[in-house]
Structure formats: structure tokens, C-alpha cells
T-cell receptor, first 112, second 115 residues
Framework: KQEVTQIPAALSVPEGENLVLNCSFT??????LQWFRQDPGKGLTSLLL?????REQTSGRLNASLDKSSGRSTLYIAASQPGDSATYLCAVIKAAGNKLTFGGGTRVLVKP | GAGVSQSPSNKVTEKGKDVELRCDPI?????LYWYRQRLGQGLEFLIY????????KSGLPSDRFSAERTGESVSTLTIQRTQQEDSAVYLC?????????????FGDGTRLSIL
């Protein structure tokens, strides 16, 4: 059974500092990995999707890397802003079109 | 609409009552998923619809839970004889295409509270 872990569970940084969020998964046979952002009382916003054949994806200040063999992904957020404060979730899919298996999330607070 | 729409946004009901939650996926999205997020816990998969194929119901926690979807349109999740442990945010997601190369897009959820 696939298990996804995110450490730390919470993170507080001053504005301008780079954020590094970690995600690990136990079964390396994944189809893709997706990073989401969740604001309080809201649904999930998709940030980046990395196919299993890819090593990284970038969007603006966000960069996500994937090391499938070691079961790890890292989300980097450069030059953090207070608006980046949210819970960040990673999730993996085992096969095409399948369900997402989620980590517990990392709650991020960026202090002005 | 532009995104996945869920209704109601909040629902408070008494234990033992039936509830029905609705999800309108993004137009053209063939895949639709239901997830549950209980307080202090991660998101749990409930059920997955892909076009006219038989749904994957492997995540439904009990036979009190059921879901329907007609074609590629609206889906309803029904919980019968609700229990307090059913209190959670129920999230719906839709995805374009049949493969896994497209991301799942989520609605804002229905917050269900069982008294």
C-alpha cells in the first residue's frame, strides 16, 4: 500500500526566505506526482504535475523535483511572500487515471 | 463554468438523516473523483468515475455511501443514515482525458457537520 509522508508538518519563515517542502512515498512505481496548495476553507489548487519520466517542473517561483527511485519529491518556493502562506500537499498516482494518494501536508506561514 | 462547482458549501444535519452532495465538473472533463478530508486527517479517496465505465468504488467506507454520475455531467454523493464520524469536508475533482498526464482540478468542497 502506497504511503505518502510530508515533513515537516508545519513551517514558519520570514518573508524573502526560500521554502523547501519535502514529500516521500513508499512505492516508487508511480505514474505521476502532483503538488497542491490549499487555503483555509477552500479546495485544492494544482501547482505542478511531474510525470514519472521527468526530473523536475517549474512554474514562476515554484520548482518541483522528482527522484522516483528514492521515493522523494521536493517543492522549492523562491523568495517567499506572505501570500504563499497555505497548506501544501503532495499526491501520487500509481496508474494512469487512477486516484490520488495524498500526504498529510505541510502548513506554511510566511511572516512579513 | 470555469471551475468545479460543489453544493451546498456547508451542510449541518442530525445524526441518522440522509444527505446528498452535488458536484458539477469542468465542462469536457471525463473523469470525476470524490475525496473526503476529515479534521486532522489527510485526504481519502472515495470513488472515481471515468466516462461510461463502471466506477471505482474501492474507497467508499461503508454501504451507507453511494454516488452516481450520468454520462460526463453532474455527480451526486449520497450518505444514508449519517453518523458523527461522517463529519468532514467532501471534495470533488475532475480531470480532462483518460490518461494521467493532466492534473485533477478540485472544487471548494462541501463541509458536512453531523450533530
Amino acid at each position: 500500500k502506497q504511503e505518502v509522508t510530508q515533513i515537516p508538518a508545519a513551517l514558519s519563515v520570514p518573508e524573502g526566505e526560500n521554502l523547501v517542502l519535502n514529500c516521500s512515498f513508499t512505492d516508487s512505481a508511480i505514474y505521476n506526482l502532483q503538488w497542491f496548495r490549499q487555503d483555509p476553507g477552500k479546495g485544492l489548487t494544482s501547482l505542478l504535475l511531474i510525470q514519472s519520466s521527468q526530473r523536475e517542473q517549474t512554474s514562476g517561483r515554484l520548482n518541483a523535483s522528482l527522484d522516483k527511485s528514492s521515493g522523494r519529491s521536493t517543492l522549492y518556493i523562491a523568495a517567499s511572500q506572505p501570500g504563499d502562506s497555505a497548506t501544501y500537499l503532495c499526491a501520487v498516482i500509481k496508474a494512469a487515471g487512477n486516484k490520488l494518494t495524498f500526504g498529510g501536508g505541510t502548513r506554511v506561514l510566511v511572516k512579513p | 463554468g470555469a471551475g468545479v462547482s460543489q453544493s451546498p458549501s456547508n451542510k449541518v444535519t442530525e445524526k441518522g438523516k440522509d444527505v446528498e452532495l452535488r458536484c458539477d465538473p469542468i465542462s469536457g472533463h471525463t473523469a470525476l473523483y470524490w475525496y473526503r478530508q476529515r479534521l486532522g486527517q489527510g485526504l481519502e479517496f472515495l470513488i472515481y468515475f471515468q466516462g461510461n465505465s463502471a466506477p471505482d468504488k474501492s474507497g467508499l467506507p461503508s454501504d451507507r455511501f453511494s454516488a452516481e454520475r450520468t454520462g460526463e455531467s453532474v455527480s451526486t454523493l449520497t450518505i444514508q443514515r449519517t453518523q458523527q464520524e461522517d463529519s468532514a469536508v467532501y471534495l470533488c475533482a475532475s480531470r480532462y482525458g483518460t490518461g494521467g498526464s493532466q492534473p485533477q482540478h478540485f472544487g471548494d468542497g462541501t463541509r458536512l457537520s453531523i450533530l
